[in-house]
């Protein structure tokens, strides 16, 4: 699987990797991107399974990623969990609206992750 | 003196200290800071408030807590303010400014990216007006820092 962790904070893009890595998943390829735009040129160019987004980052928001990828006919079944600080209901909302596949608040658990993690690839298996 | 709204800030920056640092922390009485006052840190992260009300939530630390932080986080020891230390304080800010989000759920707020100012005895450029601004300071078995909010219309005296 390669996934494709999406933070304009290096710590976090570190914490969401070495979380994924403490759940087993250490044989996947991890990418990184800094922000949308970073993460739109990679999703164009190389195969991405899942998409870890943070919210709120500079050029390309996470936001506007999800709204442009949902538009993509190749990107619409992609499995997209936004990571974000954005903790009110109608920012769930509003990101659950623009497509997302789940939405996790920071600071970031394990469980948390392990939880969410699962959800989307359950969906996905079936 | 209208400070309820503070609350939500309160117990954000004490949950992601918690679940970041596992650090407990305890806050300390809330004083008013006049808007020119130089603050007595050796690093600050701000972040904007807008929407439906407007202003400025500012963490502040001494380099030594910020840098311990830092360290817990990448798993080895910081001796200087670096970018890690930077990249730390303004995430920290900005999942207590979401994280409060959810306890003014009545307002629609928005925020914005993290700036930081370092250097001793720094200096925030407060929103003119007469905006109280109130500090919470918190200490932890292993220093003291900041929390700063000012916001128009929600916190009066």
Same mark, same amino acid.
């Given at each position: 699987m390669r996934i494709l962790i999406v933070d304009d904070?290096?710590?976090?893009?570190?914490?969401?990797?070495?979380? &994924?890595? +403490? &759940?087993? &998943?250490?044989?996947?390829?991890? &990418?990184? +991107?800094?922000?949308?735009?970073? +993460?739109?040129?990679i999703l164009e160019s190389q195969e991405v399974s899942l998409l870890f987004l943070d919210w709120n980052m500079p050029n390309l928001n996470g936001l506007e990623l999800v709204k442009r990828l949902r538009a993509t006919a190749k990107f619409q079944s992609l499995p997209i969990i936004m990571v974000t600080s954005e903790a009110a209901k109608y920012n769930v909302i509003e990101a659950v609206k623009a497509g997302v596949s789940d939405y996790l608040v920071k600071p970031v658990t394990q469980r948390g992750l392990e939880e969410k993690l699962r959800r989307v690839l359950q969906r996905g298996s079936q | 003196m209208n400070i309820q709204y503070i %609350?939500?800030?309160?117990?954000?920056?004490?949950?992601?200290?918690?679940?970041?640092?596992?650090?407990?922390?305890?806050?300390? %009485?809330?004083?008013?800071?006049?808007?020119?006052? %130089?603050?007595?840190?050796?690093i600050s992260a701000i972040i904007g408030i807008?929407?439906?009300?407007?202003?400025?939530?500012?963490?502040?630390?001494?380099s030594g807590l910020a840098q311990?932080?830092?360290g817990i986080l990448r798993g080895a020891a910081k001796t200087a303010i670096d970018d890690d230390v930077v990249d730390t304080v303004g995430e920290v800010v900005n999942i207590i400014a979401g994280n409060a989000k959810k306890g003014l759920e009545q307002f629609r707020l928005l925020i914005s990216l993290p700036s930081i100012v370092q250097g001793p005895r720094h200096q925030v450029l407060w929103p003119s007006g007469p905006v109280p601004i109130i500090t919470i300071p918190f200490s932890t078995s292993r220093g003291h820092f900041s929390l700063s909010v000012g916001l128009e219309d929600l916190i009066t005296l």
């Open positions: 904070s290096r710590i976090m893009r570190n914490i969401v990797k070495n979380t &994924l890595k +403490a &759940l087993n &998943l250490v044989n996947e390829t991890f &990418l990184e +991107a800094a922000d949308g735009q970073e +993460a739109w040129s | %609350t939500p800030f309160i117990q954000a920056a004490q949950e992601a200290i918690l679940q970041l640092f596992a650090l407990e922390t305890k806050a300390l %009485t809330p004083y008013l800071v006049k808007k020119d006052e %130089t603050l007595d840190w050796d807008a929407g439906e009300a407007r202003g400025l939530v500012v963490l502040s630390f001494p311990e932080l830092t």
